[in-house]
């Protein structure tokens, strides 16, 4: 099986929003300001395809085969985030959506904001592949660390980052609910 991981395109916005959602869950409630799926699908979609949001296309990378969409990784830098989170709000303001985004990394991290597998490509390293990219992505742009947040009651992935180097360095919270916030040196 060869799997490939490059920088998305607008035109992967369809496969990429179903798995930002399987990644990020009630936080995409908040993300859009739009409690039904079909809607929060369509606004992840439209990030996916503009420029100034964390979920750009600019920010993510597909693990592909054969051209079928099996994995995203979303990373940015920590001090852009706030930036894009920003910009965000001020877009989901013009459209009587008022929502306020948490910031989810320190200024000197690389972040991987969301990485997820769709569901029949699970088991197969596709989750490692894209960590390893995401560090060695983060390692050629020169930074020195990189971090990303687990959910409390996500015990598998925290083992998994935690088997891959990453260390938790203090709780986090977003959107009201608690998080581990773990950091790798690069």
Known sequence: MTISIRQ??????????????????????????????PRILASLEQFVTEKTNRHSYLNTFVAVQN?????????????QGDILDRQLEKQL?????????????HDDEYYIDTICVAKNARGLGIGTKLLQFAESHGRELGYKKISLNVELEKLDARRLYERTGYVVTEGWTIINEPFHHMVKPL
Do not use: F, R, W
Request: charged share 25%; hydrophobic share 45%.
């Open 8 to 37: 998305a395109t607008p035109q992967d916005a369809k496969k990429v929003a179903p798995l930002i959602y399987d990644a990020i869950g009630d936080i995409a409630n908040n993300l859009t300001g739009e409690q039904e799926l």
């Open 93 to 105: 303001a013009s459209q009587n959506i008022h929502v306020t985004l948490d910031i989810e990394a």
């Open 67 to 79: 051209e079928e969409v099996l994995g995203i990784v979303v990373l940015y830098d920590g001090k």
